[in-house]
């Protein structure tokens, strides 16, 4: 008799994100540059927002992180993603598995809070920039960063205890391109209920709890800008929240339709489709969103050349 909490399959294997022969290279090359963009894109932020003094900042302390996370969590999962589409048969062990679905989670939900938190920084410099330096004290922003790595750490554990209760028998194969929740799930040959409630109750709170603090937020944002009397002022306000309210309407809203609903094996193929926005695009896009557009980042990449003359 086999105990309720050990597998018997020792190893998965994943489908990737397609089956069409016709498409896995072309699809190769455009994600292979997709995680370049993004690596390269967060991981030069990282660097200069560490090296330049005048990037000491709320804003640009809640980028740091942000930047960290996409870099991280991207790495989570592309390898084995880009290793569908050149392998006949993708397989990751069991633990293995397992480790990359805590992984993602932990990077996943920290990047729910610390768009938030970003939102929340906006909010303050918009709405009360007279107590802005006050309000946005370090030792307010470390709290809120320390809160957003303790809902991931629970979040993850959480997903990942219940993922470590189930069974699997006889079915191996992933209908994902990682080892996300509802995909795993579907092969257990015990009853997933207790884990589906889970996965509602805890995604629900990470995805509606910050889309409503963010909502908030830009709405007392927005009724600010209102108020701006200069229509220069007015339009370049509205343009950086557009721009921000953009990128986590793709990441939270291909997120509540990912786990915000029953699951089914009808519904993967869709869901695999709507997982590339958070997974992929939507960290590709944010040093462009948040950082490239940005005039104190551009100024600080000049100055870059002129730091290095000798």
Known sequence: ??????????????????????????????????????????L???????????????????LFNLSFIDFCYSSVFTPKMLMNFILSKNVISYMGCMTQLYFFCFFVISECYVLTSMAYDRYVAICNPLLYTVAMSPKLCLNLMLGTYAMAFSGAMAHTGFMLRLTFCDANTINHYFCDLLPVMQLSCTNTYANEL???????????????????????????????????GRSKAFSTCSSHIIAVSLFFGSGAFMYLKPSSAGSMNKGKVSSVFYTNVVPMLNPLIYSLRNKDVKMALRKIPRNWKF
Not at 4 to 14: C, R
């Open 1 to 42: 008799m086999t105990s309720a909490n050990v597998s018997l399959v020792t190893e998965f294997i994943l489908v990737g994100l397609t089956d069409q022969p016709d498409l896995q290279i072309p699809l190769f090359f455009v994600f292979l540059a997709m995680y370049i963009v993004t690596a390269l894109g967060n």
């Open 44 to 62: 030069c932020l990282i660097i200069l927002i560490v090296l330049n003094s005048h990037l000491h900042t709320p804003m640009y302390f809640f």
């Open 198 to 232: 889970e996965v509602f109750i805890v995604v629900g709170i990470n995805i509606i709890v910050p889309s409503i603090t963010i909502f908030i937020s830009y709405g007392f944002i927005v009724s600010s800008i209102c108020h701006i009397k200069s229509a220069e």
